[in-house]
């Protein structure tokens, strides 16, 4: 079994930045693909970027890639979001996400592809 906290949420203002942080524990937790998703309010849950275990490999949703940065340090089982100019559209609960399979490809982006999840850290984003 794997566990996952996230970390790292706030109230920020628009054009602010913020990281977030996800760390795994458990049996298989250092070799993990992790991904970051986000839910607002009546929304469905939206795949952010995920990264594959070696770090070599990331996949990012199109309208997100530029502003939003996946990252992982293995020696702390953690990954991290890195989002900068936020924009209050931003606003969501994230969600850290893992699964012992990797695809490149848009598969990454169901969340029926991911076995783990934690369970969120609130962002929100004021005008």
């Known amino acids: 079994q794997v566990q996952l906290v996230e970390s790292g949420g706030g109230l920020v203002q628009t054009g602010d930045s913020l990281r977030l942080s996800c760390a795994a524990s458990g049996r298989t937790a250092s070799r993990l693909a992790m991904a970051w998703f986000r839910q607002a309010p009546g929304k469905e849950r939206e795949f952010v970027a995920a990264i594959k275990w070696s770090g070599d490999y990331t996949y990012y949703a199109d309208s997100l890639k530029g502003r939003f940065a996946i990252s992982r340090d293995d020696a702390k089982n953690s990954v991290y979001l890195q989002m900068n100019s936020l924009k209050p559209e931003d606003t969501a609960t994230y969600l850290c996400?893992?699964?012992?399979?990797?695809?490149?490809?848009?598969?990454?982006?169901?969340?029926?592809?991911?076995?783990?999840w934690g369970q969120g850290t609130q962002v929100t984003v004021s005008s």
């Open positions: 996400a893992a699964s012992n399979l990797w695809q490149q490809n848009d598969n990454l982006m169901g969340v029926n592809f991911w076995r783990y």
